[in-house]
């Protein structure tokens, strides 16, 4: 009996032993972790301390405001993407059916037109209201656009201004063996915009150049090219220049005259002529124009062309988002007239 109460007593001593160490070793881990717990802590404030200085507070706060979103903020998220979404075919009718340039659509753009749509699709009266709500009629607007007809009704009005005696003239100085009858896309050197033409109304108006100088260019390469410009043209090396290309001094004719010619040319005219070369310069013997470049444009048939894909394009993609939107969003009311399929 007495052996075996030793024995335990023996046992309890050992396995009291060896548990000590095991406490200890647990307890200095655990402080060593919380040390490295408190550095990250000094270090994560540090760094925000600093980023808040040198961001002007901005970071990381926005950040942080970023993870969490408010109602009003989804309310504005929500009306951002009906905004996008209907915008390219807004702007698209801004630029189709309007020809006032200072329109109040430059005002609806970016961001600045999140806050304005309501007011500014309400607002709209005309040809652009019509745009959005008629899809016919933007087929109409394609098939004839209100700026370009407009501008092809002034380029034939300045055309039946020339006078006679310039649209068809001819000189007979020499032996017309030497002389060459091409047909030209031609202008003058005149005039290089249509604010420039406004600005015949102005007292200081002026000739761009001293020199009066008509550029002939190939049908086959178009035609307003700036070189026209370049009144030094007239006197260089023939063998520089683009043979398609051409350029003759009409300093015969009066000022009046001239700017007559430079209006109804402005887009160019389809004219015959007769020259000849001498020393590398084009003199003119005889001008016939036979009737003004117009604007073109490609009709809503012609499903080929780069115009008519991108407005196809335009529609499908508006039609899709403004489904997938109101799968799950009421269509705000100022939408729902428009039109897109």
Known sequence: MVKKRKKKIKKKE????????????YEQNENKTLEIIKSWGYGIIGIVVILSIFSGFKYPWKWIDALYVTENEKIEIIAENWDSAYYPLIEWCAKKSDLDKSSKFSKFKGKARLKDSKSYIISLSGNEK???????????????????????EILNRWFNEIPPHIKNFDFI???????????????????????????????????????????????????????????????????????????????????????????????????????????????????????????????????????????????????????????NYSKPEWFVNIEIQ
């Open 130 to 152: 019509r745009c959005l709500e008629d899809k016919k009629f933007r087929i109409e607007l394609i098939n004839f656009p209100i700026k370009e007809v407009k501008e092809n």
């Open 173 to 327: 100085i020499e032996e017309n063996t030497n002389y060459k009858t091409e047909k030209f896309i031609i202008e003058t050197n005149l005039f290089y915009s249509w604010d420039s033409i406004k600005s015949l109304e102005d007292d200081d108006f002026s000739l761009y150049h001293d020199i009066q100088t008509i550029c002939a260019y190939s049908e086959n390469i178009g035609y307003k090219d700036d070189w026209c410009r370049d009144s030094s043209l007239l006197y260089s090396d023939n063998d520089d220049q683009d043979p398609r290309k051409k350029v003759f001094s009409i300093d015969f004719l009066t000022q009046k005259d001239f700017i007559l010619l430079g209006k109804g040319c402005f887009n160019g005219c389809i004219a015959n002529i007769t020259y000849v070369t001498e020393l590398g310069k084009n003199n003119i013997r005889g001008l016939e124009i036979i009737k003004p470049n117009l604007k073109t444009w490609p009709k809503y048939s012609d499903k080929n062309n780069k115009k008519i894909v991108e407005y196809n394009s335009l529609i499908n993609k508006t039609y899709y988002t403004v489904n997938e939107l109101e799968k």
């Open 14 to 25: 050992i396995i009291d032993r060896t548990d000590a160490p095991i406490a200890i070793d």
